[in-house]
Nanobody, 125 residues
Framework: QVQLVESGGGLVQAGGSLRLSCAAS????????MGWFRQAPGKEREFVAA????????TYAASMKGRFTISRDNAKNTVYLQMNNLKPEDTAVYYC??????????????????WGQGTQVTVSS
């Protein structure tokens, strides 16, 4: 079992940057692919980015590619999301999640096994 705790959210002006962290408990962190999702008020949870267990493979939602970077440090049991050139439409609660299937990076939130509590990101115009 994996417990996830996100941090690093906050209020930032448009064009600014934030780095989110997701700390995982348990010694099996490196066995999971990890993903970041976000959910704005009144909207469905949407995929942001995912990273393989080794960190060698990543995938991004089209609207985030080039602005966001996902990475992980298995020695620290932590996955990161660097967000640059933030826009007001990036305002949402951001969640990290763990996927026990490691052979492919998946983008549907329904298949992820474990979730953090979320961290709020607000981008002002």
């Amino acid at each position: 079992q994996v417990q996830l705790v996100e941090s690093g959210g906050g209020l930032v002006q448009a064009g600014g940057s934030l780095r989110l962290s997701c700390a995982a408990s348990g010694r099996t962190f490196s066995s999971y692919s990890m993903g970041w999702f976000r959910q704005a008020p009144g909207k469905e949870r949407e995929f942001v980015a995912a990273i393989s267990w080794s960190g060698k493979s990543t995938t991004y939602a089209a609207s985030m590619k080039g602005r966001f970077t996902i990475s992980r440090d298995n020695a620290k049991n932590t996955v990161y999301l660097q967000m640059n050139n933030l826009k007001p439409e990036d305002t949402a609660v951001y969640y990290c999640a763990a996927d026990s299937l490691t052979s492919v990076l998946r983008t549907s939130p329904r298949v992820y096994n474990y979730w953090g509590q979320g961290t709020q990101v607000t981008v002002s115009s």
